[in-house]
């Protein structure tokens, strides 16, 4: 059966594929004079007459569902000083922070440089997003880039706030957005637009052009887009000008610097150096790299406070900062990346009969980015690579094992190259049995992208060991060789790592090209995915009820993912500074039904103007995990014209990826905070984690310290992991599954024309979530939450702790299926249009989230989770506020766009510097004591609390303004300004989807642009 199934699906394949030229040749063709078919009469619900909604594969007039769902017009696009697809979504309220923002030139992998929503705050990978109707295609992180769609090709936006998995399938958990193209288009217009940051920085520039031709029979549509965006420079930006923002410039600096160092053992003696135990040296400034007496203390103070003790979570005894002998890890970054990116899309529709109508369309587009961050911080000692003791440089005769240098002379560039091509054709009919008609379509989705990711900025470990290894002077050349002198290196240049970036000195790395060109290479890493879609749909009414028609739908679908990413053989051989990464390669299909019924049960009846249900059911079957089905219920009942109340509740579900199921074992340098440091850790002011501490480190736990690649106790919570971990994939995941619920109301009373209200509650609670496994959530599972599974070393699993000083030295953790999510909010949306006379007609309008709760967890075991509402970028309220005004050829808006305030956890500074606010001295920025819970359940039962300090921001609204005039010539030229007043956001040193202390998803400055569109 599966053998002639696939046969079935490839020869209708080529049937489309051949037929796809159609369209555009038959623009041209002669029409038919004969007298064409009788259509169907209007009442009817045909092709011709009825309309898609999102959300349902029933065609019907009436666009209202039982599904909440918001539409950005075209008109409402052209209003916005936005120009991407992914900028126009990230801005409605239903959007949580961005997954990957511009604000992140850190940001590695192959989704770097693209554009992700995420409804409802639930991942991208959890919001389908449709074109047409039919899916885009994702990468193998399951994520749809948003920015491969041109602006000009978009006729409207629809977003549907609600599962619909038994629509759709996979991913449609949070909601769907599905992008409807121009068609149908007739005419020419051409804009262009201008826009910049009052910095100066930050130029956006665009083009684009549409036009179509409509004949009888058939009509083209054609757009192309290019556009540019330039870097804005985290120099260039107060929060972002310092790791810790312009409040505190001297704090901390990283200590892998970029004048070099190395850590001292006493018996080395060096002269002007206070040693205790083995101490961090540096060459002083301006010193000689070859003099032992020019070598001084490394001054490691970031100037950090650490909680004092148990009772007093307060700030204790705090050191003074300094920035001599470490590095500014933001002075050549990027605080928003740059790209470009051009497209071309092509819509052909031709009817070949009345009843019969062959569609298809062509997406290709080519998008550039590159992220700029600082130089690859060196650690030695993590390769086992020293400073030979017969290196001509060394200057303690000995090898030296642990040094370190930031290589800024070549930081760290890396440029994404994604291309797409998108193609997709379909067959749509109608026919009709008895008195009876039914629509039908036969369609082709296939959407192939390729990525390319190069940088130049790592060095082969080879290259390094012969470059600090011995070295000696060329008697007859008086050049430097690398080597012996019975045993020369050819080609190889020797580096003296203690020279200070921006000295240009013998064996330094500033403007030595041979040296860069020797330590250095590119790399280049390489992936692609291809999403194939075959689909049937019928649908139609069954029967006339005493409320109205029954109206089915049903169809079949089968669809193949398949996907890669290959990194450069350098990093997968573990032969470059490059954290080594091994390739993603797999594919997986699925084949699915599906089911939809509308059945009216009363109409024109006494508070029962309409009642109507809607179910649905879908199958799918993997060859992966196996199968799942999924159902919907949905309920609409109008009491009155005037009022229509909603209702939903709908299974759901995610697929694993093939990231999650294919990804090779990735090494990674991880960022965690162990429970068990007395000073950050948990342990500091929880005594039942301190007790879990003391039962695997012994009395060490009272006075336990985590240690950084350098040996040394850390300076702050979030540290990077002393060695390598392993993070890796998981084949025998299943999927995450959902149950989502709304009830809302709308409303548009007869007294107030124009006047419309919606509000509606919303509820989505995700089961054995695919958690991205993490050493802080090992670890707080372990010691704070005491769970004995997740402690220890085990098969595929774990970590282990170095049996001298307790130090976390190894740990893998992967993808696994547990805990669960649960997210609970309300949307309230107005509208008012109304008109003044001779004053114009003017048009307001609101939407607004409330999050009332999100509560997660990473295990299953019965543990109180915790709510993460207003922690980072997690909005209580989102709010967006438009008012809009036409006057002939006249028009202006003014809108507002409101975040509620956030939180995060407390970071204790020295004392603010003189002249500085003392706004940011440490008690007036951790400006919030609450009673928390732990996520500890005692053994009464009763969950645990503890008294924690916080560290609260306020709101933040941004303001928009902008102008229109449409010419005599039938030219629009619009000028504008967002953020016009220039509102800047507050500093959050927890650094929210940014690269910065600030959070990724705000305005970086008032920005005002120009456009000028000209249509023919």
Not at 77 to 94: H, P
Not at 326 to 351: C, M
Not at 821 to 841: M, N, P, Q, T
């Amino acid at each position: 059966m599966g053998r002639k199934t696939s046969k079935l699906f490839e020869a209708i394949s080529v049937a489309l594929i051949i037929g796809v030229g159609a369209p555009a040749m038959a623009i041209a063709a002669p029409q038919d004079q004969g007298a064409a078919p009788a259509k169907p009469a209007k009442s009817d619900v045909t092709y011709l007459d009825g309309v898609s909604v999102t959300g349902s594969r029933i065609r019907q007039v009436d666009t209202e569902t039982a599904q909440p769902i918001q539409l950005i017009s075209r008109e409402d696009i052209e209003k916005q000083g936005f120009q991407s697809v992914g900028d126009i979504l990230q801005n409605i309220t239903a959007t949580g922070n961005p997954p990957l923002s511009r604000a992140s030139p850190s940001s590695s992998g192959p989704n770097a440089g693209g554009t992700y929503i995420s409804l409802r705050d639930l991942g991208a990978e959890r919001t389908l997003v449709l074109l047409n109707g039919k899916r885009m295609g994702v990468g193998v992180n399951g994520r749809a880039d948003l920015s491969l769609i041109p602006v000009a090709a978009v006729q409207s936006i629809e977003v549907l706030k609600d599962g619909a998995s038994s629509t759709y399938g996979s991913d449609a958990i949070a909601g769907v957005i599905n992008i409807i193209t121009r068609s149908n288009f007739d005419g020419s217009s051409i804009s262009a637009y201008y826009g910049q940051y009052d910095e100066g920085d930050g130029a956006v520039k665009k083009v684009e052009f549409v036009t179509g031709i409509k004949g009888e029979r058939s009509a083209l549509t054609f757009a192309a887009e290019w556009a540019e965006e330039d870097r804005v420079a985290a120099a260039d930006r107060p929060w972002s000008r310092f790791p810790r923002s312009h409040l505190h410039p001297d704090r901390d600096w990283s200590t892998t610097s970029d004048q070099g160092g190395f850590v001292s053992r006493p018996s080395q003696a060096l002269p002007n150096v206070k040693y205790s135990g083995n101490t961090r040296v540096m060459l002083r400034p301006g010193g000689d790299p070859m003099n032992p007496t020019d070598y001084i203390n490394q001054n490691t103070d970031t100037g950090r406070c650490a909680p004092n003790s148990l009772a007093n979570p307060g700030p204790g005894t705090c050191t003074p900062g300094s920035i001599e002998g470490k590095h500014n890890s933001q002075e050549l970054a990027d605080t928003l990346i740059p790209r470009n990116w051009h497209s071309v899309y092509a819509d052909g529709i031709f009817e070949l009969t009345d009843r019969l109508r062959l569609t298809s369309n062509v997406l290709y587009t080519e998008r550039s980015s590159t992220r700029l961050t600082s130089g690859r911080p060196l650690q030695a000692n993590r390769y086992g690579i020293p400073v030979s003791g017969d290196s001509y440089f060394n200057p303690v005769g000995e090898d030296i094992d642990n040094w370190w240098r930031r290589t800024q002379e070549v930081p760290r560039e890396t440029r994404n190259d994604l291309r797409t091509v998108r193609f997709a054709a379909a067959l749509e009919g109608s026919f009709e049995i008895g008195e009876r008609w039914f629509d039908w379509d036969v369609s082709h989705v296939h959407n192939k992208n390729n990525l390319e990711m190069s940088s130049g900025s790592d060095m082969g470990l080879d290259r390094i060991a012969a470059a600090v290894g011995p070295s000696f002077r060329d008697p007859a050349s008086g050049k430097l060789v690398c080597g012996t002198p019975t045993a020369p290196i050819a080609g190889c240049v020797p580096w003296n790592p203690f020279i200070h970036y921006g000295t240009v000195a013998e064996g330094g790395l500033t403007g030595n090209q041979a040296l860069q060109d020797y330590l250095f290479h590119i790399e280049q890493d390489r992936g692609s995915t291809a999403t194939s879609v075959l689909s049937a749909n019928l649908s139609g009414s069954l029967m006339e009820l005493p409320a109205g028609e029954l109206g089915f739908a049903v169809g079949v679908e089968r669809r193949k993912e398949s996907g890669s990413f290959v990194p450069d053989a350098m990093s997968v051989s573990g032969l470059s500074t490059n954290q080594g990464d091994n390739p993603t390669r797999g594919e997986y299909s699925v084949q699915e039904l599906y089911a939809e019924l509308q059945l009216p049960v009363l109409a024109e009846l006494p508070f029962a103007k309409e009642l109507t249900l809607n179910l649905a059911t879908r199958y799918s079957d993997y060859d992966t995990f196996g199968s799942t089905s999924n159902h919907k219920l949905g309920l609409k009942w109008k009491p009155i014209d005037q009022l229509l109340l909603r209702a939903t509740i709908a299974d759901g579900f995610r697929a694993p990826t093939i990231a999650d199921m294919f990804g090779g074992t990735a090494e990674t340098a991880s960022v965690f905070t162990d429970p068990c440091d007395v000073v950050y850790g948990s342990s500091a002011t929880n005594p039942t984690t301190r007790a879990n501490c003391r039962a695997d480190l012994g009395t060490a736990a009272d006075t336990f310290r985590q240690l950084n690649s350098a040996g040394n106790p850390v300076t702050s919570p979030n540290s990077n992991s002393p060695t390598p971990f392993f993070s890796g994939s998981n084949p025998s995941l299943d999927p995450e599954m959902s149950r989502s619920k709304t009830i809302g109301v709308v409303w548009s009373p007869s007294f107030l024309k124009g006047f419309n209200v919606a509000l509606d509650w919303w509820n989505i609670r995700i089961t054995d979530t695919i958690v991205s496994d993490t050493p802080k959530a090992m670890l707080d599972d372990c010691y704070v939450l005491g769970i004995a599974d997740r402690c220890g070393m085990r098969p595929g699993n774990g970590f282990g702790r170095d049996p001298v000083n307790g130090t976390v030295t190894s740990m893998y953790f992967g993808d696994t299926n547990a805990g669960f999510r649960d997210v609970e909010g309300y949307d309230l949306d107005l509208s008012y249009r109304f008109s003044v006379g001779d004053y114009g007609d003017f048009r307001v309008q609101s939407s607004s989230t409330y999050m009332v709760q999100d509560l997660r967890t990473s295990t299953n075991l019965p543990q109180l989770p915790l709510s993460t509402i207003g922690w980072g970028p997690d909005f209580r309220l989102r709010s967006n506020l438009s008012v809009g005004w036409e006057k002939g050829a006249y028009g202006a808006s003014f809108s507002s766009r409101y975040f509620s305030s956030m939180r995060e956890t407390c970071i204790f500074f020295t004392p603010s510097p003189a002249g500085v606010p003392p706004v940011t001295e440490p008690h007036l920025e951790c400006n919030e004591i609450v009673w928390a819970p732990t996520g500890v359940i005692g053994a009464d039962g009763v969950p645990q609390s503890q008294i924690s300090r916080r560290r609260k921001v306020g709101s933040n609204t941004f303001h928009d303004v902008q102008f229109r005039y449409q010419t005599p010539w039938d030219a629009r030229i619009t000028l504008g300004v967002n953020n016009v007043f220039k509102k800047e956001g507050p500093v959050m040193y927890s650094f929210p989807s940014s690269g910065s202390a600030y959070y990724g998803g705000f305005d970086q400055g008032r920005f005002l642009y120009a456009r000028y569109t000209q249509s023919f």
